[in-house]
Nanobody
């Protein structure tokens, strides 16, 4: 199983980046896909979610309207388009794949993370 993130980097406030997460080794279409982030000294937080069926999305209030999440099942890839970036968006961003069993147990896969730095 692999989740490989790409697209991070240094960007000025107000700029944009698109993160990608290429998945392999599991049934991508059966998993909800999530983007988390962790800033220095802070806990990891859930940023955006897209479901396996129907493609419903959900967002943290801090990124709602700025960071649309999408998935391409043909390419086994999930994206996070990051617009109107702010310095407080600076963090390591992690891709997560989650499958929940019928009895409520979560099965998670994680990527290695990609650094996003927003600074002038």
């Amino acid at each position: 199983v692999q989740l490989v993130e790409s697209g991070g980097g240094l960007v000025q406030p107000g700029g944009s980046l698109r993160l990608s997460c290429a998945a392999s080794g599991f049934t991508f279409s059966s998993y909800a896909m999530n983007w988390y982030r962790q800033a220095p000294g802070k806990e990891r937080e859930l940023v955006a979610t897209i479901t396996s069926v129907g493609g419903s999305t959900n967002y943290a209030d801090s990124v709602k309207g700025r960071f649309p999440i999408s998935r391409d099942k043909a390419k086994n890839t999930v994206y996070l388009q990051m617009n109107s970036l702010k310095p407080e968006d600076t963090a390591v961003y992690y891709c997560n794949a989650r499958w929940r069993s019928l009895w409520g147990k979560d099965y998670d896969y994680w990527g290695q993370g990609t650094q996003v730095t927003v600074s002038s």
